[in-house]
């Protein structure tokens, strides 16, 4: 098996060397290389490479996978290439500039909500656990009581995590587009001011005005696009003042004027347009579930992994997400998405069962134990899936059986759980007991079908590259 350093090299050799890179950096399982020329590389000859799992393009990047160990490669890539790690990444002007299209729109749109929301996922994943305790406790297993301190203490905790969202993503969002990030956090703490809310939750709202213009009132807790639209827009405000005020001034006149031109902005403008935005994707993810019914719910949890390889996943969870984070539940999507790990958890037991190599059962430990702890299912889909082929057909039978029990039962989501592992089942309490009762049967029926497939159909090990 190849070392971390000899990936990297491989790697850095076949997109064209360190002179076609511009860009590189990576996420948790792949490395992402911005090419001056990505007509360069060879797909299929980057896919045999010792240690690679597969390859993405998507969002004007060249992703290679490389699985759990990417963070090691990307370090021996920096170091080979002398590239600048990820902190300090920044657009490079050698760049070719795109064309606007309305893929690379929708593409910048999306870099723009994970950028916000992919650094808050430990916030969001504790918050999920401290208010789902409680329920599952209290609501579902009646043993504990709704009047007890650890019952309070829990559910305030949890919920401050989500109330407080908008300060939240001012931090995250400022960073991503290049704002200071405590500005950011001023701007979403005005957003959930007690005074603000109130009067946007009262019975009768009266009308007001910010510097004379009318605004209108809504209840911006637990929201994510309102604040992602005004850091956005804060970072170009922001930077015009530096470039045009005085440096003995711009340390007090920057920071004042930015908030006294984003106020405006934000209450009047960026807050109620996301606000609308939020119940248009709310509407349009009612009538998908609509249309689609239980065998739309079906096909989601069956194509799920196979949508991670397009990159189309992103526009899905983006608006499930913006819909969660509005208070609405989702039977449809983020219900599916999580269904479709318990299918990946049964493929990987009925390959366990019939791989015929040591080696190979070893490695499908490892992918399992990515999968079930980290909700890292890339590993394993290039890996084993599309390494092997039959796989794919557990995956797509288990998913697609599990995810019709579950369409059909109407199996509703109720708190983001934004990581694939075996948490997000958590995620599924909050409503009735028999929500969670049909999640957990179609999760079984995903898991055992999945595998007894796997098992049936097998998977020839012989002549295949076992990866690194």
């Not at 990444?89 to 309305?102: A, F, H, I, R, Y």
């Not at 690379?104 to 996922?121: E, M, N, R, T, W």
């Not at 605004?215 to 804060?234: G, K």
């Not at 219900?335 to 069962?353: E, N, P, R």
Request: hydrophobic content about 50%; aromatic content about 10%.
């Amino acid at each position: 098996m190849a070392t971390n350093k000899q990936i990297a090299e491989n790697v850095l050799q076949a997109v064209g060397g360190k002179g076609n890179v511009t860009n590189v950096t990576h996420c948790m399982t792949r490395l992402r290389f911005n090419l001056k020329d990505d007509k360069i590389p060879d797909q299929a000859a980057v896919r045999k490479i010792d240690g690679v799992l597969g390859v993405v393009a998507s969002g004007g990047q060249f992703q290679v996978v490389i699985g759990n160990n990417v963070a090691k490669v990307y370090e021996e890539v920096c170091a080979i290439g002398g590239f600048a790690k990820k902190e300090a990444v920044q657009e490079n002007l050698d760049k070719p500039k795109e064309k606007l299209t309305v893929k690379g729109f929708f593409g910048k749109v999306l870099d723009g909500i994970s950028g916000c929301v992919v650094p808050l996922i430990p916030l969001l994943m504790v918050a999920g656990l401290l208010k789902m305790i409680p329920v599952l406790f209290s609501g579902t297993l009646g043993i504990m009581s709704a009047d007890s301190d650890l019952y309070t203490l829990l559910t305030f905790t949890g919920d401050a995590g989500l109330y407080f969202l908008p300060i939240a993503i001012g931090y995250t969002g400022a960073k991503k587009f290049g704002a200071s990030p405590v500005l950011g956090i001023l701007l979403g703490a005005m957003l959930v001011h007690p005074t603000f809310v109130a009067m946007a939750t009262a019975a009768e709202p009266a009308a007001f005005t910010v510097f004379g213009i009318p605004c209108t009132l809504e209840n911006y807790a637990q929201t994510i696009v309102p604040m992602i639209l005004a850091t956005w827009c804060m970072g170009y405000v922001e930077r015009f003042f530096k470039r045009h005020i005085p440096e003995f001034l711009t340390t007090v006149f920057t920071p004042l004027l930015t908030i006294v031109v984003m106020i405006p902005l934000t209450f009047c403008f960026f807050g109620p347009v996301g606000y609308w935005l939020a119940n248009v994707v709310y509407a349009i993810l009612n009538g998908l579930h609509t249309v689609a019914g239980p065998f739309g719910y079906a096909v989601v949890c069956a194509l799920w992994l196979l949508l991670l390889t397009t990159g189309m996943h992103q526009v899905l969870i983006a608006m499930a997400l913006v819909n969660l984070f509005a208070g609405n539940p989702d039977n449809f999507v983020m219900s599916a998405s999580g269904l479709s790990s318990f299918a990946t958890y049964g493929v990987i037991i009925g390959g366990f069962i019939c791989a015929k190599r040591k080696e190979t059962r070893t490695e499908l430990g490892a992918y399992f134990l990515s999968n079930f702890l980290g909700g890292v299912g890339e590993p394993v889909l290039y890996g084993f899936m599309l390494k092997y082929k039959k796989p794919l057909i557990g995956q797509i039978v288990g998913g697609f059986v599990g995810g019709l029990v579950a369409g059909f039962a109407n199996v509703t989501v109720y708190q983001a759980m934004p990581v694939l592992n075996f948490l997000n089942f958590l995620g599924y309490v909050g409503g009735s007991a028999s929500n969670v009762v049909w999640a957990a049967i179609a999760a079984v029926v995903c898991v055992v079908v999945a595998a007894g497939v796997t098992a049936i159909v097998g998977f020839d090990e012989e002549g295949k590259k076992l990866s690194a």
